[in-house]
């Protein structure tokens, strides 16, 4: 097999073409590994090859739906037994995890073949992918722009054709985000549809979880069903569809209500390319027979906003302390930026913390009230086309009044300012739509049926009631049959 015939086909597809003997588990890995040493230098998407431990595996006899197929694991909670996860810090570069996460025990025993981990930001705490530790990641569709984040590396090795679907995580966009940068489709389950252990009974309140990147919509479909389900361990039994997800996205979905808005919610600008994306779907969906109107969904997202920073902050602050205690550490081993929101975290009472937690259910309770008369939410996923590397990067007047504060352990005067206010519409201008379906624990996905006119992909955002992901998967597959997106690929 060559390169061109391997990109033809999605992981089904290869597993098929395993199973059927036509190809072999090895070929299929010195494939994936050429091609990411072809593109890496121009994209690093890859920050930790596992080539020597992939090599083995691949001639073992594998077996489960995915056997024999080349994936790529995120180094953040995705745990690979014996290896770092270095969560794009150099704090946890070197430390090796004693055990696999559950879902990569559960990609293992679905027969998948990882050799790798991907690039990702400092703890996974900003949508770009431009950690100190290992560098930028850049956009395939145009190299001077972000593949988004925090699944930055796996969003540009897909789209670089170094695999088909590639592991990623998501706890305020971070696989929507970098779906939509990247011409990808990226689904974020519902909370405690797919198991977060064992470091984690839930990652922050259950507002992230795992799940996939990938290039066609029936990928992301059968892997949701080799990771879905209950950990013996874990805090919830999750609700199960009637069928295999696989089967559910196949279905037609019938005549659906949408709604749709496109301004931001928070209050910040917003591109026309955006509103365009936007636009281009509702005519898309209309044409296929669903009812689509603009409206609003109740919720207070400016508060909402609010309360998923403070969270946030609160777990960096609680991230940077634990892995201080496991290596021994000083602050000095933590970006700029992750030690400002770490003393911001700090600084927030126990009461203000418990306060916004509580608030999410308000949030859950408005938006359920919208699902009751519309069956998703459309909005852009970005307000604006990826951006330029380095262009989000901490203002120089952020930089400074950060330092000063961490000089003086003033951290606290934040909240007497409107500085956290500023600091919310720095970080979150960019992406404002994504955090509300962490937030109510709804899943979401990203959509790429947009291109701008410079070309770089623009995807858009749904948003479904609970246990909406079978609903998600077959609009998803009725837009990718209307405008297929499976082989528009970048020229890199």
Known sequence: MEFDEYRKHDAVGLAGLVAAGEVKATELLELAIERAQAVNPRINAVVRPMHDLAR????????????????????????????PTGSGSRALADFPMPDHAEVVRRWLDAGLVVFGKTNTPEFGAKGITEPEVNGPTRNPWNTGHTPGGSSGGSAAAVAAGVVPVAGGNDGGGSIRIPAACCGLFGLKPGRGLVPSGPVYAEMLHGAAGHGVLSRSVRDTAAMLDVIAGPDPSGPYLPALPDAPFAELARRDPGRLRIGYATASPIGTDVSPDAIAAVEDAVALLRSLGHDVEEAKTGVDERQLARDFLNMWFASVAAEVDFVRRLTGCGEDKFELDTRIMAAVGRATSAPSYVGAHNRWNQHAHRLAQFHETYDLLLTPTLAHPPARIGQLATPAWMETASRLLLAVRGAGLLAKTDLVDRIADENLRWTPYTQLANITGRPAMSVPTYWTPSGLPLGVQFVAGLGGEGLLLALATQLESARPWFDRTPDL
Do not use: C, H, M, N
């Not at 594998?62 to 290896?83: E, H, T």
């Open 56 to 83: 083995e595996r691949a001639k073992t006899s594998l077996s489960g739906p995915f056997a024999g197929v080349p994936f790529l694991i995120k180094d953040l909670s995705q745990d690979y037994a014996g290896l």
